[in-house]
């Protein structure tokens, strides 16, 4: 399957998604600043037949941090890489999916406190890939509208990213004249 169309009208604005309110409250590990990436892969293909595009979310599997929470797919930056490249990896790892850097729009980031490290996440959104998403890692894997996205339990660094996907998938349908997209 390929990611919808050639271009994505989404023009992303990258915002700063909100940090928990805690946050003053929780001590920060500076010390543990943990860098990763998330992709909001977007399927604009419904739209084409009046649809609502859809978002890819991801299920943490058991043994892991969040187990059973869902989230939108992407992973740690290594050193040496850019957050551009590691979504590029991330996805060929976790999802068995192709795409070039070019295909990705920044959207958000988050700056999340855990109880040992403070997480930092840039989200972009990709509508271009080439191969079906699978959980590549035995995660499961599920396309949700969204309306949809909002039964689904995310990962508490993924929650305040929800409204920013959101608007993404409004702005996409909008671009491509499906059902998202009309008032």
Known sequence: MSGASP??????????AATPAAAST???????LVLVVGIALVDTAPCAQ??????????RPPGKANAGLWEYPGGKVDPGET????????LREELGVELDASALQPLSFVSWPYPTFHLLMPLYVCTRWSGQP????????????????????LT?????LAKDVA????????????AGGRS
Request: charged share 20%.
């Open 7 to 16: 271009q994505h009208a989404a023009h992303a604005t990258c915002t700063a």
């Open 26 to 32: 929780v001590p920060l590990h500076t010390d543990r």
């Open 50 to 59: 009046g649809g609502r595009p859809r978002v890819l979310l991801a299920q």
């Open 83 to 90: 957050p551009e490249g590691a979504c590029v990896r991330e």
């Open 134 to 153: 699978v959980g590549a890692e035995g995660q499961a894997v599920v396309w949700v509208t969204e309306q949809e996205m909002a039964t689904y339990p």
């Open 156 to 160: 508490p660094a993924d929650v305040p």
């Open 167 to 178: 608007r993404a998938l409004r702005e996409l349908a909008a671009a491509h004249g499906g």
